[in-house]
């Protein structure tokens, strides 16, 4: 029986990073600054492992629908893979900044 490769070990470790990233950001500064500062971290991991639950699936139903190819890129990881991940950073880097940036 042949195994279908899924790059779940790149987007494991990338979630796991955004997860740690949020337990360390959960500390509380003083003041308003401080507030808003805390606020914008936390909800900038939120928004990025949220991305990458979305990627992740994404990536899944592209390896099921052609598991001819998956079955040629077997071994190493495709370019795109990590070009999602950098863009659920970038999305969740963007969509924590605007809140900020508007008041």
Known sequence: MRVIPQFSEEW?????????????VGYKLGGFVGCQVNGMAVYFVGCTS?????????????????????????????????GMIAACWLYGFIWSLLPLLGE
Do not use: D
């Open 12 to 24: 494991t470790s990338e979630i796991s990073c955004c997860e740690l990233n949020c337990h360390s």
């Open 50 to 82: 949220i991305a990458h639950f979305m990627a992740l699936a994404t990536e899944r139903a592209i390896t099921m629908r052609n598991p001819v190819w998956a079955m040629s890129v077997r071994g190493k990881v495709p370019f795109y893979v990590y």
